[in-house]
């Protein structure tokens, strides 16, 4: 079976970076792979994407050494399986807020005897290798979203859960549960820092969302091994936004422009 690079680095420690994919893009997926991220997470929660078009991503995505992911709408063992079916080497789930729901995540992403994962075809007898059954439960990642306050207190049960490999931080769903419409404060802070050491306890990583590349590297510093940079519109809105803005600062700044049709004195 194609080794899980991104299971790989974690298992070894180290960092695994990338990014969320929220556009249905197969070419802004494959543009995106071909830089070299650790993985790639297509953001099936927020993104509009069907299954089909997840698949396509999948396939974009595999074109280079990245490993495919998917942030799945929710803790649904058909939808996991369908996911990994499709191609994701991993599935991140949104808003395990107990061990139980933990626990039916990790199932979903196994085969028996360690969980309920049914057996059927899919692109991965290709993609992945014939012997894709035989490895696939170790190698799929099954990382549980730690981003309500009630979670918070639970961090050191649900990452226990047998078959979690990892948990991720949504800073913000995490302060909208803590009444903070969003934004961030000190207790905020120490919410993050509590799951982070939740995660130390067990020996099981953690990774965080977040808005920009130095916030990568604060983070990584912090400890934090699963790190998403933004999403894939952010970094277009952003680069066309400020080329855009240059040009516009320019042309409101020019003494020469000119009103096509009208002549100068
Ligand atoms: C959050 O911040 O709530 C997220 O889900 C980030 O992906
Ligand atoms: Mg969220």
């Not at 802004?28 to 993985?39: F, K, R, V, Y």
């Not at 107990?98 to 059927?120: D, K, M």
Request: glycine share 10%.
């Amino acid at each position: 079976m194609r080794t899980n690079t991104a299971k790989q680095l974690l298992r070894s420690g180290k960092p695994a970076v990338g990014l969320w994919i929220n556009m249905p893009s197969v070419v802004g997926a494959e543009a995106l792979a071909s830089i070299g991220w650790d993985w790639l997470t297509l953001d099936v929660e927020h993104g509009c994407m069907d299954y089909e078009t997840q698949q396509n991503l999948f396939i974009a995505i595999g074109t280079s050494g990245t490993i495919p992911l998917a942030r799945i709408p929710e803790n649904d063992t058909a939808v996991i399986k369908r996911t990994l079916d499709a191609g994701a080497y991993g599935v991140v789930v949104p808003m395990v807020c107990t061990a139980e729901e933990a626990q039916r995540a990790a199932a979903a992403c196994r085969y028996p005897p360690e969980g309920v994962r049914s057996a059927g075809g899919g692109r991965w007898r290709y993609w992945a290798g014939p012997d894709y059954m035989e490895h696939a439960n170790d190698e799929i990642l099954c990382i549980v979203m730690i981003e309500h306050i009630d979670a918070v207190a639970r961090a050191e049960e649900i990452l226990s859960v047998e078959g979690v490999d990892g948990c991720f931080i949504g800073p913000s769903d995490l302060s909208w549960s803590m009444g903070l419409h969003g934004k961030r404060d000190d207790r905020h802070a120490e919410a993050i820092q509590r799951v982070l050491e939740a995660g130390r306890k067990i020996g099981k990583f953690t990774g965080i969302h977040c808005m920009s590349p130095d916030e990568v590297v604060q983070r990584m510093q912090q400890g934090f091994r699963f790190l998403a940079c933004q999403n894939d519109a952010a970094f277009m809105m952003a680069g066309a936004g400020a080329a855009y803005r240059t040009i516009e600062a320019a042309r409101c700044a020019s003494s020469a422009v000119q009103t096509i049709g009208t002549t100068t004195p």
